[in-house]
């Protein structure tokens, strides 16, 4: 009898030790989304560490859910991708494949997989909304320290916080990248009941200047959308009094015409702006000159899109698979770059057919979670405004490999089909 007591303290001793370790993992998964390092080629973050401990912890409690029909995609794009860049592309371009490229592609496929099982599982056991909160809560860190450390023109650390000395990138390998997550952050900081008004000014008023530090064009089109977004469903989804809707209104095209009509004096701050913030003067470029912005300083996107859309031209149907996309792309077309923009890197590599089911079944989320938004929780709305700011970033940098769009997207599709748990999945 001494020993059963003892040996039962001693079990939930351990249960709630890992209790805490697993609590810990999530956390730590959380706000290292913030942050990732090109190792050997590879984009690697040290929350990918921590997952391999959820992971592991939901295994061994028997708690992992394995969504059925996003696992027989992940299966049969794993097949079509790796039989595409081994047998086709080498017999129908005369390319020798490149293992090493293969082997480390489809290891950043499996680790976006393995990112959206853990979004799909933490929304099953409620603790997703408190990893969002996490994670919004370190991107405002993170932009409030880095708009400190460009003010004062702190360069301690300008290596590692800094791209080309000038265009702050947080934690991340690209200001790009890293403006498009603060946005990202900011959609829980806006949303959030819990969050007062004043604070939820600050922490826009905050984000908006993270963005402009990072020198994104990417990051201040997509704010704009977002922005835009919220405006419209501010208006035609929010149910409001006539006298104050017509208000509201005219005070929106007020301060449109106004703009137009000062654009000059806009211009002067601009100008004022760009001086003392060397990186806000690749941003001033999108007000003076949106065709050139985009096409040229450093950007190249145009050239980037087209170098794409041949690559596509070359295997519409069944894609050139992965580890193939800068060989082909230099061989055939004398460009060694991605696509720099997800919808053209992924139909590239999968071929259009699929291309067009997956983005088909990732809009079809978004107006789920859009017709539903009376009915559902808060949490849908968030995820929803998450994952449309990530494709809106994904017009310019390529995201398919991003870590928190398939976190996010697994949270959805557990969360708008939260009632068909155990008819969803299956347990490992």
């Known amino acids: 009898m001494y020993r059963k007591v003892i040996n039962t303290i001693k079990s939930n001793t ?13 956390f730590f998964t959380s706000i290292l989304l913030h942050q990732s ?5 590879v984009n690697i973050s040290f929350a990918d560490l921590f997952c391999l401990f959820i992971l592991l912890f939901l295994m061994l409690n028997k708690q992992l859910l394995m969504p059925i029909g996003p696992l027989l995609f992940f299966l049969i794009i794993s097949v079509l991708v790796l039989a595409t860049a081994y047998f086709y592309i080498p017999i129908k371009y005369d390319i020798a494949p490149n293992s090493i490229r293969i082997i480390s592609d489809y290891t950043k496929l499996l680790a976006t997989f393995s990112y959206f099982i853990i979004g799909y599982n933490l929304a099953t056991i409620n603790l ?3 990893a969002v909160r996490w994670y919004s809560y370190f991107g405002l860190f993170i932009g409030m320290a880095g708009i ?3 003010i004062l023109n702190i360069r301690v650390f300008s290596e590692i916080l800094f791209f080309g000395e000038t265009r702050f990138k947080g934690l991340m390998i690209d200001p790009n990248y890293f403006s498009v997550l603060q946005i990202t952050a900011l959609v829980y900081l806006t949303r959030s009941e819990k969050i007062k008004a004043r604070y939820k000014i600050l922490a826009v008023f905050i984000m908006i200047l993270s963005v402009l530090i990072s020198g994104s064009k990417t990051g201040i089109i997509t704010l704009f959308s977002y922005f835009i977004l919220r405006t419209v469903e501010y208006f035609f989804l929010t149910r409001k009094k006539l006298s104050t809707l017509i208000f509201q209104l005219f005070f929106t095209i007020s301060l449109v015409v106004t703009i137009l009509v000062f654009f000059d004096s806009f211009q002067i701050i ?3 702006l760009s001086s003392a913030i060397p990186s806000f003067s690749r941003i001033h470029l999108l007000f003076s000159d949106f065709i050139s912005a985009i096409s040229e300083g450093g950007s190249g996107r145009e050239d980037t899109w087209r170098a794409a859309l041949q690559v596509i031209q070359l295997s ?8 193939t996309y800068t060989t082909i792309a230099w061989e055939m077309f004398h460009y060694n770059n991605v696509a720099h923009n997800t919808f ?3 139909s590239a590599e999968w071929g259009i057919p699929f291309a067009v089911i997956f983005f088909s079944f990732v809009f079809f989320l978004l107006g789920k979670a859009t017709r539903y938004r009376n009915q559902a929780s808060d949490l849908n709305i968030i995820l929803r405004d998450m994952i449309f700011i990530l494709l809106i970033g994904s017009l310019a940098i390529s995201l398919n490999n991003a870590r928190v769009l398939w976190l996010f997207l697994g949270a959805l599709v557990f969360s708008l089909n939260g ?3 155990m008819n969803s999945g299956i347990q490992i």
């Open 270 to 272: 601009f100008s004022y």
């Open 128 to 130: 997703l909304k408190p």
């Open 419 to 421: 009632n068909k748990r």
């Open 148 to 150: 400190v450390i460009t």
């Open 14 to 26: 351990l249960k709630k030790q890992n209790n805490i370790f697993f609590i810990l993992s999530i």
């Open 37 to 41: 390092n090109v190792v050997f080629g």
């Open 316 to 323: 519409p149907v069944i894609g050139i698979g992965i580890g």
């Open 344 to 346: 053209l890197q992924i």
